[in-house]
C-alpha cells in the first residue's frame, strides 16, 4: 500500500532545535523522527512512502537517504512555496492517485495499528477514515465530534470538564483516491476547513477509527524532551547521546538528550535539558530544563511568534522550557 508523509513544515514551536532542519528530521530515539514514522509504516506493509518537503528540504534527504534502512521506498516531492496538508496531496497525486493510500504526519510517534484501521475503512466504504484516540487530560488538540461511526464535525479545544474524553485526530488518515475530487488543484488547502467539512457537507462519510494503542505527538519542545525520557526510561536509561559525544566523567547528566558532536566538560551540570547538534558545555556550567544549540546557528534570525525566547550565554544559545 502507498502512503504519504507530511514532513513540509516549519516546526516553529520546536525552534531553535529545527533552526537548521525541518522538524521530521530531529533526532528521536537514535533515529530521526521522520525515519520512524517510515518504519512504523514499513511495519505495516506501507512500503511506497511520498514525503513532501519544503522547509530545509536537505536535512530530510540526509536522514531518509532512498528509505531502504528504514524498510521503505522514498519518493521525495519538493514544495517550493508551501501548500499545507491537502495541499501537498495535490502536489502529489501523480504519484498516489489509483488506490487506497494512507497519509500520516511526520511528528508523531505512535504503535497503532494500521490493519486495523484499515479494516474499518472498508467496512464503512468511506471516502476517508480518520484515526482519533481519547484525550482524556484535554490536552489542547482539537475536538473531533462523531455519531454512529462518522464524523460529524470539527469543534475547537476542549472543555475543561465534562463526563466523557473528547476524541482528537491522531494525524492518521486512510483515504480513496477519489479525495482528489474535493482537494483544490494547484492552491495551498488544509483538509478540515477545504476537504472535510466540505466533503461532509456534501453527504460524504468520513469514518472515525477510534484507538487508544501508544500515540505522542512531537510540535514542542518540553513535549519532545518529555516523551523521548518516557520512552527512554522505560528503556532503563535516562541519558541519550548521538555520535561522537564527549562527556566527562566528572560531570553530572541526568535526564537529558544530546545530539551529536556533543562536548560536556568535567564539573558541568545537565539537568533535563536538549542539548543540540555542536554544543559545548564548559566546565562547571549548569544547563536545567533547558535546550541549548549553538549561538552561531540563531545569530542574525528572529524567533518565530510561538516559538520560546532564549539567549545567549557565551558560544551557546539557551531556551528555558519554563515558559
Known amino acids: 500500500m502507498r502512503a504519504m508523509i507530511l514532513a513540509a513544515g516549519y516546526g516553529t514551536r520546536l525552534w531553535p532545535l529545527t533552526i537548521d532542519r525541518t522538524k521530521p528530521a530531529i533526532p528521536f530515539l537514535g533515529r530521526p523522527l521522520v525515519g520512524y514514522v517510515a518504519e512504523y509504516l514499513s511495519r505495516?506493509?506501507?512500503?511506497?512512502?511520498?514525503?513532501?518537503?519544503?522547509?530545509?528540504?536537505?536535512?530530510?534527504r540526509v536522514a531518509l537517504g532512498d528509505g531502504s534502512r528504514f524498510g521503505v521506498h522514498l519518493e521525495y516531492v519538493e514544495e517550493p512555496e508551501i501548500l499545507g496538508t491537502s495541499g501537498a496531496l495535490d502536489n502529489a497525486r501523480h504519484l498516489l492517485e489509483g488506490e487506497t493510500f494512507i497519509v500520516v504526519n511526520g511528528k508523531i510517534v505512535t504503535d497503532i495499528d494500521l490493519t486495523a484501521a484499515l479494516a474499518t475503512h472498508r467496512r464503512t466504504g468511506a471516502l476517508a477514515t480518520l484515526v482519533l484516540r481519547p484525550n482524556p487530560a484535554?490536552?489542547?488538540?482539537?475536538?473531533?465530534?462523531?455519531?454512529?461511526?462518522?464524523?460529524?464535525?470539527?469543534?475547537?479545544?476542549p472543555a475543561p470538564a465534562s463526563d466523557d474524553a473528547p476524541l482528537m485526530f491522531t494525524g492518521i488518515h486512510i483515504l480513496e483516491p477519489r479525495i482528489f475530487d474535493f482537494i483544490p488543484r494547484g492552491v495551498a488547502s488544509d483538509f478540515v476547513p477545504h476537504v472535510y467539512q466540505p466533503a461532509v457537507a456534501r453527504g460524504e462519510r468520513l469514518a472515525a477509527h477510534i484507538s487508544d494503542e501508544m500515540w505522542y505527538e512531537l510540535s514542542t519542545i518540553p513535549r519532545y524532551l518529555d516523551v523521548s525520557l518516557a520512552l527512554m526510561k522505560a528503556e532503563?536509561?535516562?541519558?541519550?547521546?548521538?555520535?561522537?559525544?564527549?562527556?566527562?566523567?566528572?560531570?553530572d547528566v541526568r535526564d537529558s538528550i544530546l545530539w551529536d558532536h556533543v562536548s560536556i566538560e568535567a564539573g558541568?551540570?545537565?539537568?533535563?535539558?536538549?542539548?543540540g547538534e555542536g554544543v559545548s558545555i564548559c566546565a562547571g556550567e549548569v544547563i536545567e530544563n533547558a535546550a541549548v544549540v549553538r549561538a552561531d546557528l540563531v545569530s542574525g534570525s528572529e524567533p518565530p511568534p510561538k516559538a520560546l525566547k532564549g539567549f545567549v550565554r557565551g558560544a551557546n544559545f539557551v531556551v528555558a522550557l519554563s515558559q
Do not use: W, Y
Not at 237 to 242: A, F, K, Q
Open 236 to 251: 532503563g536509561r535516562d541519558v541519550l547521546t548521538g555520535a561522537s559525544c564527549t562527556v566527562s566523567v566528572d560531570a
Open 138 to 157: 484535554r490536552e489542547r488538540f482539537s475536538v473531533v465530534e462523531t455519531q454512529d461511526g462518522l464524523i460529524k464535525n470539527f469543534g475547537g479545544m
Open 268 to 275: 558541568a551540570r545537565v539537568r533535563r535539558a536538549v542539548i
Open 44 to 60: 505495516n506493509d506501507c512500503r511506497e512512502v511520498v514525503v513532501n518537503l519544503h522547509h530545509r528540504p536537505d536535512s530530510v
